[in-house]
């Protein structure tokens, strides 16, 4: 069983106020199969621990470690990141003006499996999954995230998911700006890929809607660059009826 284990991580980013420290000793461990829920207010870290673990420049680690079935996953490019089986859809998809969402997604399949997957058969692949995402044919001639609505990049990234078939996926907030059935067909997306592959799953969010459609088995809530608690599904109802306030107070 493959597990993504996360100890006393600590992450500063350069602002131009000086060096503002955001994780500030995270603790988390992902088997396979499971789904964890990240949520929390804003500032509280969750996105700079996403990127984080995939790998973005911006971010400083400062302490504490990231292993991926042993691996030091810190000493790893993002490609190699990409291709140990860490995914991650990002909150905010970058359009890439002249690359087609076709030419994009079999570059990123042979970059991931080492091999060109045959054009026949990959061909279907992406039909049907594109099928399954109800997205019309045509997107797959547009260039990836150009023009696309918030609803479509979203679908994107879950085609993504699907079709590299990763071991984990950080998911950064994929419920932002979509409506109720945009939401309905990506968490749909994504339990299939958790149920057909064993995804291990980090799912970032503020709201629980989301939460209605794909069930975590664990929730952590996120307070000033720390787990201020842990619980299961139970924990994501009850700050629904509360909020955040009483860690917020908590942390004053």
């Known amino acids: 069983m493959s597990t993504l284990e996360i100890r006393d991580l600590k992450v500063s980013i350069e602002t131009d106020q000086g060096t503002k420290h955001i994780l500030k000793g995270v603790d988390l461990t992902i088997n396979e199969g499971e789904i964890h829920a990240v ?9 700079t621990l996403a990127y984080t673990i995939a790998g973005h420049p911006r971010y400083t680690v400062e302490g504490g470690s990231i292993t991926f079935d042993g691996q030091d996953v810190l000493a790893m490019s993002v490609d190699e990141r990409a291709r140990a089986g860490l995914f991650l859809a990002m909150q905010y998809p970058v359009e890439i003006p002249g690359v087609t969402v076709t030419n994009f997604l079999r570059t990123a399949k042979t ?10 058969h990959w061909g279907a692949t992406v039909k049907d999954a594109m099928g399954k995402l109800r997205m019309d044919p ?10 696309f609505s918030g609803g479509e990049k979203k679908r994107h990234e879950i085609l993504q998911l699907e079709l590299l078939k990763p071991k984990f996926a950080i998911l950064d907030e994929t419920d932002s700006g979509l ?3 945009a939401l309905k067909i990506v968490s749909e997306g994504v339990n299939r890929a958790h ?11 503020h709201y629980t809607r989301i939460l209605r459609y794909i069930t975590p088995d664990f929730v952590h809530v996120f307070v000033d660059g720390k787990v201020a608690e842990e619980g ?11 909020g955040y306030d009483r860690y917020l107070v908590a942390q004053a």
């Open 111 to 120: 970059a991931i499996d080492g091999e060109e997957p045959s054009i026949r």
């Open 179 to 181: 409506d109720v059935d």
């Open 138 to 147: 045509s997107f797959a001639a547009r260039n990836v995230n150009e023009g």
């Open 195 to 205: 149920e057909e592959t064993g995804l291990g799953v980090l799912l970032i969010t």
């Open 232 to 242: 299961g599904p139970e924990l994501a109802e009850r700050l629904e009826d509360e």
């Open 39 to 47: 949520m929390g207010p804003n500032g509280s870290g969750k996105s």
